[in-house]
Each structure stands twice: as C-alpha cells, then as structure tokens.
C-alpha cells in the first residue's frame, strides 16, 4: 500500500502563492510518476502537473508558467508551487503516485478569491 498525505492548501487572493506538498510513505520503492490533479466539485479531475523520478515534467496549458513541480527523491515528496493564482485556480488539489497502479491522496483545498 501506498498513503500520500497533501497539505499547504488554503486561502489566497488572486495573484498571490501556495505551495502545496505531497509526502508519500509505504511500499513506494520506484513510485514514478507523481503528480498534481485538480478537481471542481461536479467536475472530472484534470491533469495539472507531472513529474517523473528523473525530473522530467509536464503541465496542463491552463498553468504553464505559473506553477512548477518539483521532487525531492530522498523525502519522496512531491511539492507545487503556485504563482500568479487566479480565481479560476480554486479546486481541491490531489496528489497521486504510481506504483503498479495509480495512488491518491485525500485533497487539499485551495480558494483564490478576494
């Protein structure tokens, strides 16, 4: 089994910052990719940013430029950073890994409203 746990999720004001974080802990030898989705109440999830055990990375169109995703392999964790927030941004925010299949963790919610 493998447990991911998020948090820095929050309240910010439009084109404020978060950092978000995702620490994952159990049978995780070689989770690879780790990554970032959004998800609207109502709504399907939506890729945001992925980053592989090498450092490659990709993101969705909506937040290239203003969010950037990052590893630290010896913590394995899972960080995104996000600048220039705007309202449209508001989601709850879930990690997830893949070790043989895809893990998630619980969300954490982020409002950008002023």
């Known amino acids: 089994q493998v447990q991911l746990v998020e948090s820095g999720g929050g309240l910010v004001q439009p084109g404020g910052s978060l950092r978000l974080s995702c620490a994952a802990s159990g049978s995780i030898c070689n989770i690879n990719p780790m990554g970032w989705y959004g998800q609207t109440p109502g709504k399907q999830r939506e890729a945001g940013a992925t980053?592989?055990?090498?450092?490659?990375?990709t993101y969705a169109d909506s937040v290239k430029g203003r969010f950037t995703i990052s590893r630290d392999n010896g913590k394995i964790t899972v960080y995104l950073q996000m600048n220039s927030l705007k309202p449209e941004d508001t989601d709850v925010y879930y990690c997830?890994?893949?070790?043989?299949?895809?893990?998630w963790g619980q969300g954490t919610q982020v409002t950008v409203s002023s």
């Open positions: 980053i592989t055990g090498d450092g490659s990375t």
């Open positions: 997830y890994g893949i070790v043989l299949k895809r893990y």
